[in-house]
């Protein structure tokens, strides 16, 4: 009578495996020029989860964002452009990122720190992540960022499994809002201001 049983469970035990086999994301990918061409574009900031203090008290600040990059191919940064509503208003900040293309990681100096972002990409060439601190359990962190305003629910669907992934759970993420978006008139004006230079 017991083996019927016992082979019950064994035949279920390739199963367990399957759903509790770790999941892999793969933080030290090249940065290559084709990297920084992916990335070449206007990106909006979806969502994020951070366990490091700091990093969490900062994206909760954030209504909502969006930036550009544009690449420099021969000193290996990224020049920045970024617009955030924070308290309704809008705030506009140019700087860069250092690129360190064998550890596919950027960072940027802040208050006289140094903050790293492991890049993490997926199929979906229109989104991707950066990863803090991933092998770090209580300051771990994945910011996710999107092409436009709003993350489909596939895309959306691939954050959360790399949250999932990291060991962080769903209640951690902290998301932005476009509709409150306060940078659009600024925007347009830099816009203007660009195409005037670009015609004398």
């Known amino acids: 009578m017991a083996l019927p049983w016992a082979l ?16 892999h994301i793969n933080y030290s990918v090249p940065i290559t020029n084709a990297t920084l061409d992916q990335l070449s574009r206007k990106w909006f900031y979806i969502a994020s989860a951070y366990r490091h203090p700091e990093y969490n008290q900062s994206a909760r600040t954030f209504q909502t964002a969006f930036f550009y990059f544009d690449p420099d191919y021969t000193e290996d940064r990224l020049p920045l452009r970024e617009y955030s509503t924070i308290n309704d208003k809008c705030i506009y900040n140019s700087s860069y990122l250092d690129i360190q293309r064998e550890n596919g990681t950027m960072s940027k100096h802040e208050m006289g720190k140094e903050h790293f972002g492991h890049l993490v990409f997926t199929k979906d060439p229109s989104i991707f992540m950066l990863a803090a ?33 990291m060991g962080m759970d769903k209640s951690e993420i902290t998301y932005t809002d476009e509709k409150k978006d306060q940078c659009g008139p600024l925007e347009k004006q830099h816009d203007e201001e660009r195409k005037k230079e670009k015609d004398l």
Request: net charge negative; proline share 8%; glycine share 4%.
């Open 8 to 23: 019950g469970i064994l035949s279920l035990l390739p199963l367990l495996n399957a759903q509790s086999a770790p999941c």
């Open 133 to 165: 601190f991933p092998e770090d359990k209580q300051n771990m962190g994945l910011s996710f960022y999107a092409d436009k305003p709003q993350a489909t629910q596939e895309q959306m669907r691939q954050f959360y499994e790399n949250i999932m992934c």
